[in-house]
Structure formats: structure tokens, C-alpha cells
């Protein structure tokens, strides 16, 4: 059984910056992608990032495309990082780190994912 478990969330200002991690646990990573998503309230979840754990390929979506976020991991580690820098009040969401099996087909959709975290709450001020 795949596990994830991320942390890093937190409240911050306008402008700061944090960085979201994810354990990953149970499972020979190599053959998964590896997805963070963000859900704010009243809207559906967003594709945020994904990594593939072999190759370090990596995707982003179009709101935080331009260098704002970063993802990486850490295979020593099993873990998943989402770099975010510059935030602003509209990153405002429950972040989660999810895991798709390679070769995925749309790694921008949720439903493609097959494990997920329980979620990190991530507030930005104004």
C-alpha cells in the first residue's frame, strides 16, 4: 500500500515563500509520476506539478508556470518537494501530494492519480 504524507503547509504573507514535502512510502518508486495538486474551497482540485521519479521530468499548470514554484525530489529520501516562492493570496488551498503509475495518460487530470495524501492546508495573506 502506497502512503504520502505531506507537511510544510502553514500561513504566510503575500510575497514569502514555502515549501511543501511529501513521504513516500510503500511502493519501488521508479515507475510512478509523482503529482502535487492544490483544492481551494468551492472549486475543484488543480493540477499543480507533477515529477516523474526515474527521469525527473517534470510538468507544471498553467497558474504557476513562469518559476514561481518549483518541484524536486529526493530519491534517497522517497520524498517530494513543492518549492513555492512569491506567493500570493490566490495559492491559498489544501495542497496534495499524489502518485500516478507510469506511463500515465493525462498527468493534469486528478482522476489519472492513484494515491493521495491527506493534504497540507496552505494560507497566504495580503
Not at 24 to 29: D, K, P, R
Not at 108 to 115: C, G, W
Request: proline share 2%; aromatic share 12%; net charge positive.
Amino acid at each position: 500500500q502506497v502512503q504520502l504524507v505531506e507537511s510544510g503547509g502553514g500561513l504566510v504573507q503575500a510575497g514569502g515563500s514555502l515549501r511543501l514535502s511529501c513521504a513516500v512510502s510503500g511502493t519501488t518508486l521508479s515507475s510512478y509520476g509523482m503529482g502535487w495538486f492544490r483544492q481551494s474551497l468551492g472549486k475543484e482540485r488543480e493540477f499543480v506539478s507533477v515529477i516523474t521519479w526515474s527521469g525527473g521530468s517534470t510538468i507544471y499548470g498553467d497558474s504557476v508556470k513562469g518559476g514561481r514554484f518549483l518541484i524536486s525530489k529526493d530519491n534517497a529520501k522517497n520524498m517530494v518537494y513543492l518549492q513555492m516562492n512569491s506567493l500570493r493570496p490566490e495559492d491559498t488551498a489544501v495542497y496534495y501530494c499524489a502518485a500516478v503509475r507510469l506511463p500515465g495518460s493525462d498527468y493534469k487530470a486528478a482522476r489519472s492519480y492513484d494515491y493521495w495524501g491527506q493534504g497540507t492546508q496552505v494560507t497566504v495573506s495580503s
